[in-house]
């Protein structure tokens, strides 16, 4: 069956979520409830976790569903990829995180480089828009889109911030154990294909 429960579960979500947002008739309002229950009940059936906790992450969502984004910041020196060490699980990742509102996806990319690195950071392109679905990354609640920047840096990497431990750059062939909700290793071998390859289009699913 694989992870067939949880796109099963994640469309009945979108449908009831979508459905108390608009619907203005009590019965139809009552039918949504009961869908997003049966959708938390799934979840926490197949995920093993607890129903209350699945309610809840649903409850923090309004309005009609859309992915979310995720942004990524990707920098290379001296044919070498700059990586963050997550404080979160101990894992490596590309610079960034959820697009903030407010904010370009430029600004959300250099602000992540920055925020996560110390280094200061200028948007230079765009190399790729993946479906997080799409590829190996763990199973997850909700659909999101994956935005890679490159950018250029200068100045001094922090020896560690808010969200990360470590700041290092990392060969191809040497890359570290990596956090696989945030990035895997096919994503970054795919990158480094844009490495001195100033030509290449950018990959979008």
Not at 56 to 83: A, C, S, W
Not at 105 to 121: D, F, M, P, Q, S
């Amino acid at each position: 069956m694989g992870d067939q429960w949880l796109s099963w579960a994640k469309q009945i979500q979108s449908t009831a979520q979508a459905g108390l947002s608009f619907s203005k008739d009590p019965y139809d309002l009552e039918r949504y409830r009961q869908l997003l229950e049966l959708s938390a009940e799934i979840m926490a059936a197949y995920s093993h976790t607890s129903m209350e906790s699945i309610v809840h992450l649903f409850h923090n969502e309004k309005g009609y569903q859309t992915p979310k984004i995720d942004v990524r910041g990707v920098v290379f020196k001296d044919n070498k990829m700059l990586l963050v060490k997550e404080k979160a699980d101990d894992q490596w990742s590309l610079p960034g995180g959820f697009a903030d509102v407010g904010s370009s996806l430029c600004e959300n990319a250099v602000r992540e480089i920055e925020e996560e690195t110390g280094y200061k950071a200028k948007y230079k392109r765009i190399l790729a828009i993946l479906d997080y679905h799409k590829h190996p990354h763990p199973p997850q609640p909700f659909h999101y889109y994956k935005f890679f920047l490159e950018c250029d840096i200068s100045g001094v990497a922090a020896n560690e911030t808010l969200e990360t431990s470590d700041v290092q750059f990392f060969e191809r062939e040497h890359l570290p154990e990596l956090s696989a909700s945030r990035n895997t290793q096919s994503q970054l071998l795919l990158l480094f294909q844009y490495l001195n390859n100033p030509y290449k289009k950018p990959l979008v699913d």
